[in-house]
């Protein structure tokens, strides 16, 4: 194609409510413009982009046997309302009514639309396995939207969802599944790891999430580098950091520590390394009798995962409690807070590293004052023992190879074994060998098809634009013909040269706009094209052309017959996959 033949508008400056550097450059590189809060409109280079990565993903979803359809934007409350979600989601949901004022939403995601086409489609076992998906426009409606397309509240997602006649054909798909995700980020080109995730809203019994690695990305990932142990910061494991609790040396004493009601600062008072300190956390279960509260525990230098509290049985629909019910169970506002005798009992839970230490400081329920030398068995019962905390680098690996580091990531593909969630609510069953009728077993796995654009440039940038891998680039090559309007000499190279690489399945652009050398190239390194070719008219009388790739800091000089070739070896090399 040719560049007077395509949109092409970049900005030297990004908007000023741009935050993020996916979000400047996009913007810059006239890939999206803005139409409302986290609304935009996708322009033709950032089309393009999608395009590609759509490509690849139909590819490797179809090699792994799945079938794509379409399902609506627009979904009734009903089947929501079979599944309960309907009531759980929260304004995340975006609801509407229709002219009968029957309640319709903007679909999030398609478990229940699916599962009522299987319930309807799918009657037998020598119908299945299956695995459907589609690539189609969500709408999530974010209290906040950030990030440009990051954090959009509209995005393109590819959704899939498999069927099976049991758990462990569901293992089958998902392993598929898994398999098909790995091969679809090593063609995009990028740095990425699957880790051990929650499963969140969705439901289910297991999930793994796939992150792109980037210094801004919003979840942190806990790896071992030394095996192939990753998991999200919200589910990876946190073993106890001591191996066997020690026995009492030191009674039980009340300290008088006013205004210490931070472990940070109570540690300073009392000249105590941090860890010798408990921390206390109060969450609360409403119930019709009225609240349940929670006394948590973690070490002072640690802090709570939520996630992990929600799995401690009878946490699932936690809140943190109010300052009034505190001192109604404690005697005392928060900052003084302990599990030895409070006002009015209640469960207690440790984290495994709290579970074993011994001669801890604590609250003392009594404003202003602690307790030192605390014990468990002697000055309080034994407590309930659960994960609790957040990892942090330098804990030991829970496969026992090796310590934990800790990495920033953006989620960007996400798989589940939904099991039969969704399809014991609604009831979508097949008759098996025998004529009995099962519960079809599910999984789910999404792909965030825009967040990935956003994602890709967090990790492939440099002070002078985006850096896109060969693989999803608007165009692989840029020719940049120095007065292409003025010289036959030039012009003529540079068709011929246009049409070689054309001819070989190259996706170049010929830059006829008549841009001086400087604007010229700061557009394309903008835009982020993985290869420039400079045609000029000294050069081509010395037999010479300008070859650079996006991440070189310079240009080579290759003989004019030997410029397709060289252009063909690296665009195809770079779309191998090892």
């Given at each position: 194609?040719?560049?007077?033949?395509?949109f092409?508008?970049?900005?030297?400056?990004?908007?000023a409510?741009?935050?993020?550097?996916?979000?400047?450059?996009?913007?810059?590189?006239?890939?999206?413009?803005k139409?409302?809060?986290?609304?935009?409109?996708?322009?033709?280079?950032?089309?393009?982009?999608?395009?590609?990565?759509?490509?690849?993903?139909?590819?490797e979803?179809?090699?792994?046997?799945?079938?794509?359809?379409l399902?609506?934007?627009v979904?009734?409350?009903?089947?929501?309302?079979?599944?309960?979600?309907?009531?759980?989601?929260?304004?995340?949901?975006?609801r509407?009514?229709?002219?009968?004022?029957?309640?319709?939403?903007?679909?999030?995601?398609?478990?229940?639309?699916?599962?009522?086409?299987?319930?309807?489609e799918?009657?037998?076992y020598?119908?299945?396995?299956?695995n459907?998906?589609?690539?189609?426009?969500?709408?999530?409606?974010?209290?906040?939207?950030?990030?440009?397309?990051?954090?959009?509240?509209?995005?393109c997602?590819?959704d899939?969802?498999?069927?099976?006649?049991?758990?462990e054909?569901?293992q089958?798909?998902?392993?598929?599944?898994?398999?098909a995700?790995?091969?679809?980020?090593?063609?995009l080109?990028?740095?990425?790891?699957?880790?051990?995730?929650?499963?969140?809203?969705?439901?289910?019994?297991?999930?793994?999430?796939?992150?792109?690695?980037?210094e801004?990305?919003?979840?942190?990932?806990?790896?071992?580098p030394?095996?192939?142990?990753?998991?999200?910061i919200?589910t990876?494991?946190?073993?106890?950091?001591?191996?066997?609790?020690?026995?009492?040396?030191?009674?039980v004493?009340?300290?008088?520590?006013?205004?210490?009601?931070?472990?940070?600062?109570?540690?300073?008072?009392?000249?105590?390394?941090?860890?010798k300190?408990?921390?206390?956390?109060?969450?609360?279960?409403?119930?019709?009798?009225?609240?349940?509260?929670?006394?948590?525990?973690?070490?002072g230098?640690?802090?709570l995962?939520?996630?992990?509290a929600?799995?401690?049985?009878?946490?699932?629909?936690?809140r943190?409690?109010?300052?009034?019910?505190?001192?109604?169970?404690?005697?005392?506002?928060?900052?003084?807070?302990?599990?030895?005798?409070?006002?009015?009992?209640?469960?207690?839970?440790?984290?495994?590293t709290?579970?074993?230490?011994s001669?801890?400081v604590?609250?003392?329920?009594q404003?202003?004052?602690h307790?030192?030398?605390?014990?468990?068995g002697?000055?309080?019962?034994?407590?309930?023992?659960a994960?609790?905390?957040?990892?942090?680098?330098?804990?030991?690996?829970?496969?026992?190879?090796?310590?934990?580091?800790?990495?920033?990531?953006i989620?960007?593909?996400h798989?589940?074994?939904?099991?039969?969630?969704?399809?014991?609510?609604?009831?979508?069953?097949?008759?098996?060998?025998?004529?009995?009728?099962?519960?079809?077993?599910?999984?789910?796995?999404?792909?965030?098809v825009?967040?990935?654009?956003?994602?890709?440039i967090?990790?492939?940038?440099?002070?002078?634009?985006?850096?896109?891998?060969?693989?999803?680039?608007?165009?692989?090559?840029?020719l940049?013909?120095?007065?292409?309007?003025?010289?036959?000499?030039?012009?003529?190279?540079?068709?011929?040269l246009?049409?070689?690489?054309?001819?070989?399945?190259?996706?170049?652009?010929?830059?006829?706009?008549?841009?001086r050398p400087?604007?010229?190239?700061?557009?394309?390194?903008?835009?982020?094209?993985?290869?420039?070719?400079?045609?000029?008219?000294?050069?081509?009388?010395?037999?010479?052309?300008?070859?650079?790739?996006?991440?070189?800091?310079e240009?080579?000089n290759?003989?004019?017959?030997?410029?397709?070739?060289?252009?063909?070896?690296s665009?195809?090399?770079?779309?191998?996959?090892?």
């Open positions: 194609m040719k560049a007077s033949q395509f092409i508008r970049t900005l030297k400056e990004a908007p409510d741009a935050e993020i550097v996916s979000h400047k450059l996009m913007m810059r590189a006239g890939m999206i413009r139409l409302g809060a986290g609304i935009y409109n996708y322009m033709p280079m950032g089309l393009k982009v999608i395009r590609k990565v759509e490509g690849i993903i139909r590819e979803m179809n090699r792994a046997g799945a079938v794509e359809l399902m609506p934007v979904q009734p409350a009903e089947l929501w309302q079979e599944t309960g979600r309907w009531d759980k989601m929260g304004p995340e949901l975006l509407i009514k229709d002219r009968h004022d029957r309640d319709f939403l903007i679909q999030p995601t398609s478990e229940e639309v699916v599962t009522d086409i299987a319930r309807h799918i009657k037998s020598k119908q299945l396995p299956v459907f998906y589609q690539i189609q426009t969500k709408f999530r409606d974010e209290r906040r939207p950030r990030f440009g397309i990051m954090r959009g509240r509209e995005f997602m590819k899939a969802y498999s069927f099976d006649r049991d758990v054909g569901m089958v798909s998902y392993a598929k599944m898994f398999e995700y790995t091969r679809i980020f090593k063609r080109g990028l740095n990425f790891r699957a880790v051990n995730a929650d499963n969140g809203a969705i439901g289910g019994t297991g999930s793994q999430e796939f992150h792109v690695i980037a801004t990305g919003e979840d942190a990932i806990a790896y071992c030394t095996s192939d142990y990753a998991a999200n919200e990876a494991e946190a073993l106890s950091l001591i191996a066997n609790r020690a026995a009492p040396t030191q009674e004493t009340l300290v008088p520590t006013p205004g210490q009601s931070k472990c940070e600062d109570l540690a300073k008072f009392l000249k105590l390394p941090l860890d300190t408990v921390k206390s956390i109060v969450l609360a279960v409403d119930q019709e009798a009225g609240p349940q509260l929670f006394l948590l525990l973690v070490r230098d640690h802090e995962n939520e996630v992990k929600s799995k401690v049985p009878g946490l699932t629909d936690f943190f409690a109010t300052e009034a019910e505190i001192i109604d169970y404690f005697g005392t506002p928060p900052g003084y807070l302990g599990p030895v005798k409070t006002k009015k009992p209640l469960t207690v839970v440790a984290d495994r709290v579970a074993q230490m001669d801890f604590c609250g003392a329920n404003e202003g004052h307790l030192t030398g605390v014990n468990w002697r000055d309080l019962p034994e407590p309930i023992i994960d609790l905390r957040n990892v942090i680098a330098g804990d030991a690996s829970p496969d026992g190879k090796g310590t934990l580091e800790i990495c920033r990531g989620e960007v593909g798989v589940f074994q939904l099991g039969t969630r969704y399809s014991e609510s609604m009831n979508a069953v097949y008759l098996d060998e025998k004529g009995q009728s099962q519960p079809m077993v599910m999984g789910c796995y999404g792909i965030g825009t967040r990935l654009l956003g994602a890709a967090e990790q492939c940038f440099d002070d002078r634009g985006i850096m896109w891998p060969v693989s999803i680039a608007p165009f692989q090559v840029v940049c013909p120095m007065g292409y309007d003025r010289s036959d000499m030039v012009r003529e190279a540079a068709d011929k246009y049409q070689e690489l054309t001819s070989a399945g190259i996706e170049v652009i010929l830059d006829d706009r008549g841009e400087g604007a010229m190239f700061a557009d394309w390194e903008l835009i982020g094209v993985p290869y420039r070719v400079v045609i000029g008219e000294r050069g081509l009388k010395e037999g010479q052309l300008e070859f650079q790739a996006r991440t070189d800091t240009a080579t290759v003989p004019v017959a030997e410029v397709a070739n060289k252009v063909i070896d665009v195809k090399a770079k779309l191998a996959i090892n």
